[in-house]
């Protein structure tokens, strides 16, 4: 094999279909779209979509096209952007001139007769309305003795003509296309029942024209079933469009996901600012945002400092901090001070785009439980209508009576829909998925809700997960003739040169009030060091040894801060009390580290990664959904063990000094004795430990390579939104096997009443639409989940 040849991936082509009705469409059009080679299709009932992994030669037109044949009207998604602007390799041709740097057009005006894709709630409203109006007068004239006149029957007729034919056009048009391929779905059931009731009645009036003659007349062993055929059609349209007006609720978070970056962009360029689409900027441009203005893309702040709303992207409330340095969300709130940003990432490589594309991923899924629907709804067309064909007969032989017969089984075509059992699991999902995007909670698949059920153990990364990742002093030990403030001054000065955590954190806790003289000094001194506690004194002959420690001259003191074996081979090594205390602090779980001056020990400055806020609380919410917190450090038992006490970890369940290729065996052996794993991580080495855990959980924070190896992301960095997620993970689930219990014994109980010849088929009809009602409605219960 030629290890050059470049290796052809599978692309994936969205489409938005319309035309389907049940699980037995989704069914269908998967199984045509599986029969070309190398094609598999997931098709979403309630999203009207398909997501298709297509190989290379097969284009588009094909996958239309057999769409098209198999009755459904299909379009590729974004098929403008698609067609516009491609290379040979099917990417954005480049352009030689920067878009800023393009005249911007004037947008014109879109002509009013261009095409605009219905909603599914709009296309049958117009139907919906014209069987509403004539079908109170049938069940009126048809029920009612006293509104009857003589030859009632056919105006009767008359009026349920339009409903029968036009109304109920959607349910004939399908019935018919998937009859000339063989095939049948719930759509053939009402049509069938609709189309027979109707007939049925015209065929007695025929045989008999003078039996309404007169108002209340007997019209002996016949029955007229136009009012049957009226309202079965009026209720499954009221129906069909309450449910889709549901399903589009469902979906309203996930179009807010795409609506929340901004439109455009103030391009700072040679000191000049400009406005541009927000869709032009580039990698390596700036930008500003000014107080109360949306982040245009993701970046990183080039100047200014600013406090930053993130809750569209992460959920979480409270303002994040910026300053110069700091990475920064497209579609974030720049809430106070200026900032200059420059451009990361842009497009579909954006944060915001990326959680776009996995919830549409995920509600576009299958989960297992969804299968079996659909495999129940493959067959479960055809054995409604032989149950029905057997009713008839039945009916007829054992009671010699054939309008009891014919309402048994139209009773029974039209109790019979499979549209609650399709619409139980991707509404579920649709309405989970999207209330999860709205709490920053990103699930990438349906398979994750499944997952979630079965853990029973969580392992929690410390550092960046438990900890916030950023050391802080905690304490400090002076000696000799210095006193805190001094000895942090000194310090920090040289710290504040060097790039290390360790360093950056000294340098933070030096006090702000510092004296006058070395202020006044530090304020006129070209060298001066500023930190976020104010202006640091300048240092001369700054030396750093990686793994060491730094030096250098500050206030006309040599200093030295640094590791034990560094800083005794340039200072006089520390005494036996000294060394205590320094051992002390360690054994505490701090990191601790010398400062000398002037050739003599001064000090010790002890630093700790501080716990986050919300841990504590979260492990006990872990705790409480009924998971085993397991801590996996890196760090020593010593610190391991302070911080699993602070936050509530059992001792038995730290496992401190793992190196990060260690972290993978630790979940391995944690699933050898049975324990079904979660792994919650955010640096690059959580990565494989989160692609063996059965359940991978990245937090927001964190790099993108753990971000891809997880099956659950939280956009924020807070462990109580991991604990949020797995309960509204169970939530979802829960919802969906709800639905599905409801589907399975509505049909269950519904055809066998129908069949006994209990169920007016009036009543079948209001009940079959009540169902897909119910079903949606119940889902729409998680858009209002909260932590």
């Known amino acids: 094999m030629d290890l050059r040849t470049p290796v052809q991936l599978p692309r994936i082509v969205e489409l938005d279909i319309e035309g389907m009705t049940c699980a037995s469409c989704v069914n269908r059009i998967e199984r045509k779209l599986g029969k070309i080679d190398g094609v598999h299709a997931s098709v979403n009932l309630p999203l009207e979509s398909a997501r298709v992994e297509v190989p290379s030669g097969v284009t588009d037109e094909q996958l239309l096209a057999t769409v098209t044949a198999a009755g459904y009207t299909a379009r590729v998604k974004d098929a403008d952007r698609r067609s516009g602007g491609m290379n040979a390799d099917g990417d954005p041709a480049p352009s030689s001139a920067h878009p800023s740097e393009v005249p911007e057009a004037t947008p014109e005006p879109r002509p009013?007769?261009?095409?605009?894709?219905?909603?599914?709630?709009?296309?049958?409203?117009?139907?919906?309305?014209?069987?509403?109006?004539?079908?109170?007068?049938?069940?009126?004239?048809?029920?009612?003795?006293?509104?009857?006149?003589?030859?009632?029957?056919?105006?009767?007729?008359?009026?349920?003509?339009?409903?029968?034919?036009?109304?109920?056009?959607?349910?004939?048009?399908?019935?018919?296309?998937?009859?000339?391929?063989?095939?049948?779905?719930?759509?053939?059931?009402?049509?069938?029942?609709?189309?027979?009731?109707?007939?049925?009645?015209?065929?007695?009036?025929?045989?008999?024209?003078?039996?309404?003659?007169?108002?209340?007349?007997?019209?002996?062993?016949?029955?007229?079933?136009?009012?049957?055929?009226?309202?079965?059609?009026?209720?499954?349209?009221?129906?069909?469009?309450?449910?889709?007006?549901?399903?589009?609720?469902?979906?309203?978070?996930?179009?807010?996901?795409?609506?929340?970056?901004?439109?455009?962009?103030?391009?700072?360029?040679?000191?000049?600012?400009?406005?541009?689409?927000?869709?032009?900027?580039?990698?390596?441009?700036?930008?500003?945002?000014?107080?109360?203005?949306?982040?245009?893309?993701?970046?990183?702040?080039?100047?200014?400092?600013?406090?930053?709303?993130?809750?569209?992207?992460?959920?979480?409330?409270?303002?994040?901090?910026?300053?110069?340095?700091?990475?920064?969300?497209?579609?974030?709130?720049?809430?106070?001070?200026?900032?200059?940003?420059?451009?990361?990432?842009?497009?579909?490589?954006?944060?915001?785009?990326?959680?776009?594309?996995?919830?549409?991923?995920?509600?576009?899924?299958?989960?297992?439980?969804?299968?079996?629907?659909?495999?129940?709804?493959?067959?479960?067309?055809?054995?409604?209508?032989?149950?029905?064909?057997?009713?008839?007969?039945?009916?007829?032989?054992?009671?010699?009576?054939?309008?009891?017969?014919?309402?048994?089984?139209?009773?029974?075509?039209?109790?019979?829909?499979?549209?609650?059992?399709?619409?139980?699991?991707?509404?579920?999902?649709?309405?989970?998925?999207?209330?999860?995007?709205?709490?920053?909670?990103?699930?990438?698949?349906?398979?994750?809700?499944?997952?979630?059920?079965?853990?029973?153990?969580?392992?929690?990364?410390?550092?960046?997960?438990?900890?916030?990742?950023?050391?802080?002093?905690?304490?400090?030990?002076?000696?000799?003739?210095?006193?805190?403030?001094?000895?942090?001054?000194?310090?920090?000065?040289?710290?504040?040169?060097?790039?290390?955590?360790?360093?950056?954190?000294?340098?933070a806790a030096v006090p702000t009030a510092a004296p006058a003289a070395t202020q006044a000094a530090a304020a006129h001194s070209a060298h001066a060091v500023s930190h976020d506690g104010g202006t640091l004194a300048d240092v001369a002959g700054f030396r750093s040894a990686p793994g060491g420690g730094v030096e250098g001259t500050v206030e006309g003191h040599l200093v030295l801060v640094g590791r034990t074996d560094w800083i005794t081979e340039r200072a006089a090594a520390p005494d036996d009390a000294q060394a205590a205390r320094f051992a002390e602090r360690e054994a505490g779980g701090s990191t601790a580290v010398w400062v000398a001056v002037d050739g003599r020990i001064a000090g010790i400055l002890s630093l700790r990664d501080t716990v986050k806020q919300g841990s504590a609380a979260g492990i006990a919410r872990l705790k409480n959904l009924g998971l085993r917190p397991v801590l996996i450090t890196g760090d020593n038992a010593a610190v391991a063990t302070r911080v699993a006490a602070e936050v509530g970890i059992a001792p038995e369940d730290v496992q401190a000094g793992v190196r990060p290729e260690g972290k993978v065996e630790a979940v391995k052996r944690l699933q050898a004795a049975g324990a079904r794993v979660a792994m919650a991580g955010d640096g690059v080495n959580d990565a494989p430990a989160l692609a063996q855990a059965d359940l991978g959980i990245a937090m927001g924070s964190g790099t993108d390579v753990a971000r891809e190896a997880a099956e659950l992301t939280v956009m924020g960095d807070d462990l109580g939104q991991v604990a949020t997620a797995i309960e509204l993970s169970r939530r979802t689930l829960k919802i969906i096997k709800q639905n599905l219990f409801w589907a399975f014994f509505y049909n269950t109980i519904g055809i066998p009443v129908a069949a006994l010849g209990l169920l007016n088929p009036m009543l079948a009809g209001a009940a079959m639409a009540a169902s897909s009602v119910l079903v949606v409605t119940n889902s729409l219960r998680l858009t209002r989940f909260h932590r």
């Open 112 to 507: 009013v007769d261009s095409p605009v894709r219905r909603t599914a709630a709009d296309r049958l409203l117009p139907r919906l309305a014209v069987a509403a109006a004539l079908t109170i007068p049938v069940v009126l004239i048809s029920m009612v003795p006293a509104a009857q006149f003589g030859n009632w029957g056919w105006w009767v007729a008359a009026l349920t003509l339009p409903v029968a034919t036009w109304s109920a056009w959607p349910f004939h048009r399908v019935a018919a296309v998937n009859a000339r391929h063989g095939a049948s779905t719930m759509d053939t059931l009402v049509s069938i029942g609709v189309a027979a009731a109707y007939l049925y009645s015209v065929v007695e009036l025929l045989l008999d024209p003078r039996m309404t003659e007169h108002p209340g007349m007997d019209m002996g062993g016949a029955a007229l079933y136009f009012e049957t055929a009226a309202v079965v059609t009026t209720f499954l349209l009221l129906g069909r469009w309450l449910e889709a007006r549901a399903k589009a609720r469902a979906g309203d978070a996930l179009r807010a996901l795409l609506d929340r970056g901004a439109k455009r962009a103030t391009l700072l360029r040679d000191g000049m600012e400009r406005e541009i689409p927000a869709d032009q900027l580039v990698p390596g441009d700036l930008f500003v945002v000014r107080p109360g203005e949306k982040i245009a893309t993701d970046g990183v702040v080039r100047s200014g400092a600013s406090a930053v709303d993130a809750s569209l992207i992460t959920g979480e409330s409270v303002p994040v901090e910026v300053t110069v340095g700091s990475a920064v969300t497209g579609a974030t709130v720049n809430t106070s001070g200026r900032l200059v940003v420059e451009a990361t990432r842009v497009g579909s490589d954006t944060t915001l785009a990326a959680m776009a594309r996995l919830v549409s991923e995920a509600q576009t899924g299958k989960a297992p439980i969804a299968r079996l629907a659909d495999r129940i709804s493959g067959v479960f067309v055809p054995v409604v209508l032989v149950l029905a064909a057997v009713t008839f007969l039945l009916w007829l032989v054992l009671s010699g009576s054939l309008p009891a017969a014919f309402t048994a089984a139209v009773a029974v075509l039209v109790i019979a829909c499979p549209c609650a059992l399709g619409l139980a699991t991707p509404v579920g999902l649709l309405a989970g998925s999207g209330r999860g995007s709205q709490l920053g909670i990103l699930i990438r698949g349906p398979q994750v809700l499944e997952d979630t059920r079965g853990v029973d153990t969580i392992v929690l990364d410390k550092t960046g997960t438990v900890t916030t990742g950023r050391l802080a002093l905690d304490s400090v030990d002076t000696f000799g003739p210095w006193d805190r403030d001094a000895l942090l001054r000194l310090a920090g000065a040289v710290e504040a040169a060097s790039e290390h955590p360790l360093a950056r954190a000294i340098a």
